[in-house]
T-cell receptor
């Protein structure tokens, strides 16, 4: 049973650039949530996608956007990168409106 | 919005002893409380969760207790083993699925041999 997968594992960008991160949910799941985890902190909720729509959003600026595809996979896009965007970006999947979320290994983004 | 406080930030116990991590939350509407274990270089792994209609839940050496009146919940690990060493996070949400998790800042659990 395939778990949540994310790509790439690591990424280095410079300030002002744009980045796209990808996530495939656990088999049988249809809901994807994205989180940002700064070093030494707990994950912070960015947004959640279900039925290809953004259903809920945390306290993140519009520079953070996303997309969900018909196969339930998802992308996180960040525009105009800032040094403070350096973090581990985690994707979590769940089934419908069940609360239980399973996380992927994350993508570590470094902004120079 | 919801705020989750977690204590302690670091906990060192002897192998075989018990470990207890405590969390408090602020939103009385929260009704789902999961615990995650995160090892170095990996994503968080769900180890146990509890819903507000239950006061306690146990799974082998791990147990979670919930006090809704006081708005706090705790993780108990008994007979600790070296592989229990990791960072543990508590979280809370209003449930219903369409709601992001609010996490605590984490507890670094160190098991001393």
């Amino acid at each position: 049973d395939a778990g949540v997968t994310q790509s790439p594992t690591h990424l280095i960008k410079t300030r002002g650039q744009q980045v796209t991160l990808r996530c495939s949910p656990k088999s049988g799941h249809d809901t994807v949530s994205w989180y940002q985890q700064a070093l030494g902190q707990g994950p912070q909720f960015i947004f959640q996608y279900y039925e290809e729509e953004e259903r809920q959003r945390g306290n993140f600026p519009d520079r953070f956007s996303g997309h969900q595809f018909p196969n339930y996979s998802s992308e996180l896009n960040v525009n105009a990168l800032l040094l403070g965007d350096s973090a581990l970006y985690l994707c979590a999947s769940s089934f419908r409106y069940q609360e239980t979320q399973y996380f992927g290994p994350g993508t570590r983004l470094l902004v120079l | 919005g919801e705020n989750v406080e977690q204590h302690p930030s670091t906990l060192s116990v002897q192998e075989g002893d018990s470990a207890v991590i405590k969390c408090t939350y602020s939103d009385s509407a929260s009704n789902y409380f999961p615990w995650y274990k995160q090892e170095l270089g990996k994503g968080p792994q769900l180890i146990i969760d509890i819903r507000s209609n239950v006061g306690e839940k146990k799974d082998q050496r791990i147990a979670v207790t919930l006090n809704k009146t006081a708005k706090h919940f705790s993780l108990h690990i008994t007979e600790t083993q070296p592989e229990d060493s990791a960072v543990y996070f508590c979280a809370a949400s209003r449930g219903g699925g369409a709601d992001g998790l609010t996490f605590g800042k984490g507890t670094h659990l160190i098991i001393q041999p």
